[in-house]
């Protein structure tokens, strides 16, 4: 049986010689009896995207996966790759999930459009669970279907004309997302990074924590602690500086607390715990890692109604226009899943599920320590970073993807400092980790 459209898409692979890596474009073509003909529309491209490098990183990890199981159909892969949760969600949270859903079917339970910004209830919670005593209102929180959907309306928020700073290394969303807006120039060739962005080295050999008295001022300072992909959380004296630094330079803080559950010391959960900065921050999280909703899709945004414009006008008011006008709210049933999440009975659940992969750190950090590698993270975080010096991390990407049928991510795709790192996740289940470190001991 024929398709019913005879149009075709095809893919040209093109392999960048500076990093090792394919990068995939989409070439779209039509088939007329046989012969290929290309069309093209009038319209430009938008020339912001034309200044992306390459693809987008965990996408093209995936793409170099599904060759090698091409190439080794019958090997077994394991990912040490992609943060993805692996453990089933505790049932309390998928019950009431699944019962709202159900409600959906009657006329007493049906509901449609909900409030933009979240539940009442679960505004609520959010801010009783995570901010408590730290001065947050439940009309601060706006709920979301994820951080990294959050990153994007707060980069509409800014607009092109914002000049912003990011740790390096850094996840990959915000430096891609502040091409796309407008706010990066063009790429210095022979390191990789993007003019107009300063990057903000964050290293062994300061920490993980940057040289605040070398950096200049920008509008906005993205800051993700625990950081991924380091897995660094910064202390309170060191979030003390960011904060400090911020007030002095009039500038934003984005503050990524996405792993914040994780943190096992006495290093600050949230920016707000640190003293003023309710007036220089926004925090994003996510339920995606707190809870396993990588799926489910949930997260939210908190912005103080002390946050003001230099003319004064609150943040808050126009990221609430935003979030009106380019988001129908989260979905009713991942809500419902959020706020079981964080009942007695959920977040019990949820937390022992968190240590599960915190023990997975534990055997892969013992796993590379003792291989004689100087190996990060692993303990406030569920990444860690793993260091091979003198290598490019694509290299040694590939070389293990070869022998020992393991994905991970070459630290390059989080910035100019991960060149020659990797990353490896936590995420996974229990005999997949053991198997994952007898092969790397095996390998290394």
Same mark, same amino acid.
């Given at each position: ?252 803080? /984005? =503050?990524?607390?996405?792993? !914040?559950? #994780?943190?096992?010391?006495?290093? $600050?959960? +949230? ?103 100087? /190996? =990060?993270?692993?303990?406030? !975080?569920? #990444?860690?970073?793993?260091?091979? $010096?003198? +290598? ?53």
């Amino acid at each position: 049986m024929q398709p019913e459209s005879d149009t075709t898409f095809s893919f040209a692979i093109s392999t960048s010689i500076k990093l090792g890596r394919p990068s995939i474009r989409k070439i779209f073509t039509s088939q007329d009896n046989g012969n290929v003909t290309s069309y093209r529309t009038k319209v430009a491209r938008n020339p912001t995207l034309e200044r992306l490098q390459y693809n987008y990183l965990f996408p093209e990890i995936s793409a170099r996966e599904l060759e090698h199981i091409k190439k080794y159909p019958n090997a077994k892969v394991i990912s040490l790759g992609i943060g993805d949760t692996t453990e089933p969600l505790p049932d309390v949270v998928a019950s009431s999930m699944a019962n709202y859903a159900h409600s959906l079917s009657t006329r007493t339970g049906y509901r449609g459009y909900g409030a933009e910004q979240g539940s009442k209830e679960l505004r609520k919670a959010i801010a009783e669970t995570f901010y408590k005593d730290m001065g947050i209102k439940d009309t601060e929180v706006f709920v979301s279907d994820g951080a990294q959907c959050d990153i994007s309306r707060l980069q509409l928020l800014f607009g092109s004309k914002m000049s912003i700073a990011v740790q390096d290394p850094i996840f990959p969303a915000y430096i891609d997302s502040s091409v796309i807006i407008g706010q990066a120039g063009d790429v210095e060739k022979e390191s990789g990074s993007y003019k107009n962005i300063q990057y903000m080295k964050c290293e062994p050999e300061n920490s993980f924590f940057p040289d605040l008295s070398k950096t200049g001022r920008t509008d906005v300072i993205f800051f993700c602690s625990p950081n991924n992909p380091t897995g660094h959380a910064a202390s309170r004296q060191q979030l003390e500086q960011v904060v400090r630094f911020a007030q002095e330079n009039g500038s934003i803080i /984005v =503050y990524d607390s996405a792993y !914040a559950v #994780y943190i096992s010391d006495e290093s $600050p959960r +949230s920016i707000y715990e640190i003293p003023g900065a309710e007036k220089v921050a926004i925090e994003v999280s996510s339920f995606s890692k707190i809870a396993g909703f990588t799926g489910v899709r949930l997260g939210w945004t908190v912005v103080p109604k002390e946050l003001l414009y230099s003319n004064g006008f609150p943040v808050i008011n126009d990221f609430n226009r935003i979030v009106c006008t380019c988001f129908n709210g989260a979905s009713r049933i991942a809500q419902a899943g959020g706020l079981a999440s964080l009942s007695k009975e959920g977040f019990k659940a949820v937390i022992s599920l968190i240590d599960y992969y915190k023990e997975n750190a534990e055997i892969l950090l013992e796993t590379f320590k003792s291989m004689g590698l100087r /190996v =990060y993270g692993g303990v406030n !975080a569920p #990444y860690l970073w793993v260091h091979f $010096p003198g +290598s490019n991390s694509w290299d040694v990407f590939g070389e293990i993807l070869e022998k020992t049928h393991i994905i991970t991510v070459p630290g390059s795709g989080f910035g100019p400092a991960g060149k020659e790192f990797i990353r490896v996740t936590a995420f996974g289940q229990r005999e997949n980790i053991l198997e994952a470190s007898r092969r790397l001991r095996s390998f290394l």
